[in-house]
């Protein structure tokens, strides 16, 4: 049984090759007819493709698990030769090694995927605080005009650079620290509701289903451009579900704007806004007007890639089943002619001959007129290119350019943050030794006053010492006249 199932696995991730060439080739006509849709309808229709795509891979495991032998499966998969023969042989004699490699990947992916999951849990316990009481208030008014019956816990961080949903059950909201501080109310209100916009479509069980997929065909680009188209329409919808709340388009492009900006210059899941390239520009672009913007160059020419692989593949297999016979190979003009050509040629055969030539010379005319057509076309096609990559590049440069002058910025306001911290220092170096020197002055004031109350408990102790010297001497000078009285005659 655990042959069988490795077997039926290996062989659907063989042919979600092709069927993932359907589905990519399916999205680029899609998002070309649904250009002016809004975006609500655009993420369901991916949604639905990219279901549509799991689906189809797991009716072909299932279909591969029920065949008896690998050389039944090997003879075709729902009617059509995909893969060549002696593709499939190679296939199935170096199955297990792919698989090994395989699971390799993918362990390594889903480690990476459960790594971010408790990175994000232990967040909300790390340098967290709530906010103030009135942003609290607010955030439940708008969880309450949203119509979010859970309990949506708000929350800033100091650990993070961008607005954080995470958690299913029990969700939280983690804002930069100092975000809310640097916004208007109309701005704040924008980034809180497209962040309870998440909550309420639940994007963030679907954004992990959507990892998981990923993670199973990591090795298919198809699937890769289908999961940033869903990303990209998915952050459409929150815009459009926050704009319609709070019915002004300028509080969120400034927002964006400002964010951006916080972004650059502050210290250092679905989220509100990921730093993909271009990805505010287009998001601005759609807020504004409403208009979805084409697929860039390397998109488009990935479109056509696709294309010219599907119809290499399908000429192959039609090949291989017999419905195109070869083609026989054309004689030299110098060959060997048969001897029927060196009879003379009946009288009625000239004029059939004739037209046949004319024929054979429309045709040829013909022939070189669509080389002709198909040279141009591919000269024109070559000189849009050129340009496509001549606005590419100067894009590029303005990008460059625009990187450049933000990092100075960010250079000059690190160099401006650390002359002021020098500053700072210098202040509170000062202050401290003019607190030794006060603590010191105070000291010297003590002592002064110690030796002041000693010196006047001296002079009182003086003056003591001379009222009783003086007393004595009154009492000395008494004595001394008595005998004087005494010496007198009497009269």
């Known amino acids: 049984m655990a042959d069988r199932l490795s077997n039926a696995f290996g062989w659907m991730l063989l042919h979600s090759l092709w069927q993932g060439l359907l589905l990519g080739l399916s999205v680029g006509v899609t998002r070309s007819v649904t250009k002016n849709w809004n975006a609500t309808a655009r993420y369901n229709i991916a949604s639905g493709m990219f279901t549509g795509f799991l689906l189809v891979c797991l009716l072909t495991f299932i279909w591969h698990l029920n065949q008896d032998t690998a050389a039944a499966s090997v003879s075709a998969s729902f009617g059509v030769y995909v893969i ?34 408790w990175y994000n849990r232990q967040m909300l316990h790390r ?18 005009a949203l119509n979010i019956q859970r309990t949506v816990t708000l929350l800033e961080s100091a650990c993070i650079k961008i607005p954080v949903v995470t958690g299913h059950l029990k969700p939280f909201v983690l804002l930069p620290f100092g975000l809310l501080s640097s916004l208007t109310a109309d701005q704040t209100e924008a980034i809180l509701l497209h962040e309870l916009a ?93 208009k979805n913007t084409a697929p860039n160059f390397s998109v488009r020419l990935f479109y056509l890639t696709l294309f010219v692989i599907l119809f290499a593949g399908s000429a192959i297999c039609m090949m291989n089943n017999g419905h195109l016979k070869p ?21 009625n055969a000239i004029p059939f001959a004739t037209k046949k030539l004319k024929a054979i010379r429309k045709k040829a005319a013909n022939y070189i007129k669509n080389e002709q057509l198909e040279a141009t076309a591919r000269e024109e096609f070559a000189a849009d290119l050129q340009e496509l990559a001549i606005k590419d590049q100067a894009v590029a440069k303005i ?23 020098q500053a700072a220092r210098l202040m509170e170096e000062k202050a401290r030794q003019d607190q030794q020197q006060a603590k010191h002055d105070q000291e010297n004031a003590m002592k002064n006053q110690a030796q002041a109350i000693l010196q006047q408990e001296k002079a009182e102790k003086d003056q003591q010492q001379a009222k009783a010297d003086q007393e004595h001497a009154l009492i000395d000078k008494k004595e001394a006249e008595r005998p004087m009285h005494k010496s007198r005659p009497a009269i």
């Open 84 to 117: 060549p023969g002696y593709f499939n042989s190679w296939f199935a004699a170096h199955e297990n090694n792919i698989l090994l490699v395989w699971l390799v990947i993918f362990f390594i992916r889903l480690t990476q995927m459960a790594v971010a999951i």
């Open 127 to 144: 340098r967290v605080n709530l906010p103030e009481t009135q942003w609290q208030q607010v955030f439940q008014q708008l969880c309450k």
């Open 198 to 290: 998440h909550i309420r479509r639940n994007d963030w069980l679907v954004n992990l289903f959507q990892h998981i997929a990923a993670s199973i065909f990591f090795f298919h680009p198809a699937v890769a451009l289908v999961n940033a188209w869903i990303k990209e329409e998915r952050e459409h919808c929150c815009d459009d579900i926050a704009i319609g709340q709070t019915r002004n388009k300028t509080s969120m492009v400034e927002a964006l704007i400002h964010f951006k900006e916080h972004n650059l210059y502050a210290a250092a899941c679905e989220t509100a806004f990921p730093g993909k390239k271009n990805q505010l520009l287009r998001r601005v672009q759609y807020i504004v007007g409403h």
């Open 327 to 347: 083609v026989k190979k054309l004689t030299s003009v110098n060959a060997a002619t048969p001897a029927i050509i060196d009879q003379p040629l009946p009288i």
């Open 399 to 421: 990008n460059q350019a625009q990187a450049i002058t933000d990092e100075q910025r960010a250079k000059n306001a690190q160099a401006k943050a650390l002359l002021d911290q």
